[in-house]
């Protein structure tokens, strides 16, 4: 059985680990596999680029190499060769220079793209994207003549980097479209004490500011919100958000939404079509469905990608977006997504001692979980969140330093 996989991060190292571990069952069942990858670098963890940046990480420890000693089915992998097109009817991937490139079985595993502002000279000197390891590696060639740092997009990524930039020492200045940061994260207030917390340590945002034209013209020098105000900058780093890469399918009769479109068994619309990762949109807890991007997400997907595409029938168990900030003093962590409509909020507020916990039940389930100064929960929050643990009784108890698993069973 012919197998290609399209791309080569986190889902797709899944993917090969569950293939491996197939074949370590069933030996007479070898497939012959083929990645293809617009990069040319080997797999990397993209969820750790930032500690590569700041010189915490090495090349090698970034590395998710496959298995020591290669797989023990035949492995090609094709770096450097994007795929442009597939026939989903000749079960052929089309690639950039013209080669088609045959499969029984197709994973799509290609990731998501950085969201671009609608200003012109994104292309030029001096803009920045940080999602891709030869952009990380780019950057760090511009840091030792870089002093101040203009991010467009105050979400996750973008406040990851602003952290790691002041603590290298440099002049950061967030701007955000929208009126706080960590939209996507945590609630209103948790932010604004967070941003509070940071700019004590000498960060300054613009919120409700989007950036409307850049400065400069050779090299762009600065950004101009939409207020007029001009802000000046050696380094201008886009970070607001990604979308699912799915441009590749248009062209198919693969259906999508805002990502590719996935059953519980990773299937796409054709069913010898898979898709996993950020590029999948996926069936939450709710029965609902979404695109969650993270490390996670992925490396699960992947694994049951994997695992039906060599025949074994297994289902995906949803995971929670899962949000974390460690570098700044004090752990910031979201897990799950709130609804905006029903729902009961169980909120704690210790903020002489820095420590802040929202949680969000429905229907008798934790759906979301948001805590500042806090960190030895996480897991367990997780677990619930993931696993739909009913929580009725146990309500009154949730917010307590002392919550551990053994209420769960007592």
């Given at each position: 059985m012919k197998i290609a996989i399209i791309g080569y991060g986190p889902a797709a190292i899944g993917a090969l680990d569950a293939m491996e571990w197939h074949v370590s069952l069933h030996r007479e069942e070898r497939p012959d596999v083929t990645v293809i990858c617009a990069e040319k670098e080997d797999p990397y963890a993209p969820m750790f680029l930032i500690k590569y940046l700041t010189g915490e990480l090495t090349l090698g420890q970034l590395s998710i190499r496959p298995k020591a000693g290669g797989y023990a089915f035949p492995f090609h992998a094709l770096l450097g060769c994007r795929a442009v097109g597939i026939l989903d009817r000749e079960k052929k991937v089309v690639l950039e220079d013209g080669r088609e490139i045959g499969f029984d079985k197709l994973l799509i595993a290609n990731g998501a793209t950085p969201i671009l502002p609608p200003v012109k000279g994104l292309d030029m000197e001096g803009v920045f994207f940080l999602s891709r390891l030869h952009e990380a590696e780019k950057i760090s060639r511009a840091l030792p003549a870089t002093r101040e740092v203009v991010i467009v997009g105050a979400g996750a990524m973008g406040m990851e980097a602003a952290i790691a930039l002041r603590r290298l020492g440099k002049g950061v200045t967030v701007v955000e479209r929208l009126d706080q940061i960590l939209p996507q994260t945590l609630?209103?207030?948790?932010?604004?004490?967070?941003?509070?917390?940071?700019?004590?340590?000498?960060?300054?945002?613009?919120?409700?500011?989007?950036?409307?034209?850049?400065?400069?013209?050779?090299?762009?020098?600065?950004?101009?919100?939409?207020?007029?105000?001009?802000?000046?900058?050696?380094?201008?780093?886009?970070?607001?958000?990604?979308?699912?890469?799915?441009?590749?399918?248009?062209?198919?009769?693969?259906?999508?939404?805002?990502?590719?479109?996935?059953?519980?068994?990773?299937?796409?619309?054709?069913?010898?079509?898979?898709?996993?990762?950020?590029?999948?949109?996926?069936?939450?807890?709710?029965?609902?469905?979404?695109?969650?991007?993270?490390?996670?997400?992925?490396?699960?997907?992947?694994?049951?990608?994997?695992?039906?595409?060599?025949?074994?029938?297994?289902?995906?168990?949803?995971?929670?977006?899962?949000?974390?900030?460690?570098?700044?003093?004090?752990?910031?962590?979201?897990?799950?997504?709130?609804?905006?409509?029903?729902?009961?909020?169980?909120?704690?507020?210790?903020?002489?001692?820095?420590?802040?916990?929202e949680i969000s039940v429905r229907n008798g389930f934790v759906e979301s979980y948001q805590a500042i100064g806090v960190k030895e929960k996480a897991g367990l929050m997780y677990s619930m969140i993931k696993n739909r643990k009913k929580v009725d009784r146990l309500k009154k108890d949730l917010l307590t330093e002392s919550f551990n698993a053994t209420r769960l069973i007592s």
């Amino acid at each position: 059985m012919k197998i290609a996989i399209i791309g080569y991060g986190p889902a797709a190292i899944g993917a090969l680990d569950a293939m491996e571990w197939h074949v370590s069952l069933h030996r007479e069942e070898r497939p012959d596999v083929t990645v293809i990858c617009a990069e040319k670098e080997d797999p990397y963890a993209p969820m750790f680029l930032i500690k590569y940046l700041t010189g915490e990480l090495t090349l090698g420890q970034l590395s998710i190499r496959p298995k020591a000693g290669g797989y023990a089915f035949p492995f090609h992998a094709l770096l450097g060769c994007r795929a442009v097109g597939i026939l989903d009817r000749e079960k052929k991937v089309v690639l950039e220079d013209g080669r088609e490139i045959g499969f029984d079985k197709l994973l799509i595993a290609n990731g998501a793209t950085p969201i671009l502002p609608p200003v012109k000279g994104l292309d030029m000197e001096g803009v920045f994207f940080l999602s891709r390891l030869h952009e990380a590696e780019k950057i760090s060639r511009a840091l030792p003549a870089t002093r101040e740092v203009v991010i467009v997009g105050a979400g996750a990524m973008g406040m990851e980097a602003a952290i790691a930039l002041r603590r290298l020492g440099k002049g950061v200045t967030v701007v955000e479209r929208l009126d706080q940061i960590l939209p996507q994260t945590l609630s209103p207030h948790l932010a604004g004490y967070v941003q509070g917390r940071l700019e004590a340590q000498g960060m300054e945002f613009r919120l409700g500011a989007g950036v409307s034209e850049m400065t400069g013209k050779k090299r762009r020098t600065g950004v101009v919100t939409r207020s007029g105000e001009e802000i000046e900058g050696d380094m201008i780093l886009l970070t607001a958000g990604v979308r699912p890469n799915t441009d590749l399918v248009k062209s198919s009769a693969i259906g999508t939404h805002h990502g590719i479109m996935v059953n519980d068994r990773m299937q796409t619309s054709i069913p010898d079509i898979y898709a996993a990762g950020d590029a999948a949109e996926s069936r939450n807890a709710q029965g609902g469905y979404e695109l969650v991007f993270n490390w996670y997400s992925a490396i699960s997907q992947g694994w049951i990608a994997g695992c039906n595409m060599m025949g074994q029938t297994k289902d995906f168990l949803f995971c929670p977006m899962l949000s974390a900030l460690k570098e700044i003093g004090f752990p910031v962590i979201s897990i799950g997504r709130r609804s905006t409509e029903g729902g009961e909020l169980l909120s704690r507020k210790e903020e002489k001692r820095g420590i802040f916990e929202e949680i969000s039940v429905r229907n008798g389930f934790v759906e979301s979980y948001q805590a500042i100064g806090v960190k030895e929960k996480a897991g367990l929050m997780y677990s619930m969140i993931k696993n739909r643990k009913k929580v009725d009784r146990l309500k009154k108890d949730l917010l307590t330093e002392s919550f551990n698993a053994t209420r769960l069973i007592s």
